[in-house]
């Protein structure tokens, strides 16, 4: 019979909470500005069961990643389901601006935040964010060639230009977050970018159902 020592037992934590706060701690300080005391500290773990319970820093931050995609950034899954583009895009540019100026939370996107520039050691993870990024730009290019095949869009509009303006804009939205801008000076940027859309206003959202 295996007998464990009480010593030897990692302390049980909530795994879901220890992952929220490690991810504030990337998102504020970055993936290679975030020391392991840091995350111990705002995790409420020691450094073993950090290492027992996600592996690695570098585990961790993918961890975190994943958590932020399912958790946080669901607004923008949610708003390639609406039924037209036009629906489609205002409630990710709003969303984004929404997202952007919650209070209690960092300001910035962790996508861009946590690992854009780093060094030789940290790579693995500044690839990794770039295809998180390009996994997000890809699900909108799929939405709006879509929506082009709907009749949404004139033929000649190309998908994939058209998401990469897109993700322009909420990418810059990132950068203006993290530079203090509040949701009203946010938000007009997103009605410029809705108005810049060449989408058909006749489109019904019955058309194609």
Same mark, same amino acid.
Request: net charge positive; hydrophobic share 40%; with cysteine.
């Given at each position: 019979?295996?007998?464990? %020592?009480?010593?030897?037992?990692?302390?049980?934590?909530?795994?879901?909470?220890?992952?929220?706060?490690?991810?504030?701690?990337?998102?504020?300080?970055?993936?290679?500005?975030?020391?392991? %005391?840091?995350? !111990?500290?705002?995790?409420?773990?020691?450094?073993?069961?950090?290492?027992?319970?996600?592996?690695?820093?570098?585990? $961790?931050?993918?961890?975190?990643?994943?958590?932020?995609?399912?958790?946080?950034?669901?607004?923008?899954?949610?708003?390639?389901?609406?039924? !037209?583009?036009?629906?489609?895009?205002?409630?990710?540019?709003?969303?984004?601006?929404?997202? $952007?100026?919650?209070?209690?939370?960092?300001?910035?996107? $962790?996508?861009?935040?946590?690992?854009?520039?780093?060094?030789?050691?940290?790579?693995?993870?500044?690839?990794?964010?770039?295809?998180?990024?390009?996994?997000?730009?890809?699900?909108?290019?799929? @939405?709006?060639?879509?929506? @082009?095949?709907?009749?949404?869009?004139?033929?000649?509009?190309?998908?994939?230009?058209?998401?990469?303006?897109?993700?322009?804009?909420?990418?810059?939205?990132?950068?203006? %977050?993290?530079?203090?801008?509040?949701?009203?000076?946010?938000?007009?940027?997103?009605?410029?970018?809705?108005?810049? $859309?060449?989408?058909?206003?006749? !489109? %019904?959202?019955?058309?194609?159902?």
């Amino acid at each position: 019979m295996k007998v464990e %020592s009480k010593m030897g037992r990692p302390r049980e934590f909530d795994q879901d909470a220890a992952l929220d706060a490690a991810m504030h701690v990337f998102w504020q300080k970055s993936y290679e500005g975030a020391t392991m %005391s840091d995350l !111990t500290r705002a995790m409420g773990i020691n450094r073993s069961s950090i290492y027992a319970a996600f592996g690695d820093k570098e585990a $961790l931050f993918r961890r975190v990643m994943a958590r932020y995609w399912a958790g946080p950034m669901t607004y923008m899954r949610e708003a390639l389901e609406k039924p !037209t583009l036009r629906q489609a895009a205002t409630s990710l540019l709003y969303g984004t601006v929404e997202f $952007l100026s919650q209070p209690g939370q960092p300001r910035g996107c $962790l996508t861009i935040q946590g690992a854009l520039a780093c060094g030789e050691d940290a790579e693995p993870i500044k690839q990794a964010a770039i295809l998180w990024r390009k996994s997000g730009e890809e699900a909108l290019r799929k @939405r709006i060639f879509k929506a @082009r095949r709907d009749g949404e869009l004139a033929k000649k509009t190309n998908p994939a230009e058209l998401a990469r303006f897109l993700f322009t804009v909420m990418g810059g939205l990132g950068i203006q %977050s993290a530079n203090g801008a509040t949701r009203d000076q946010m938000k007009p940027v997103a009605d410029m970018a809705l108005r810049a $859309l060449p989408i058909k206003e006749s !489109t %019904s959202v019955h058309r194609h159902s």
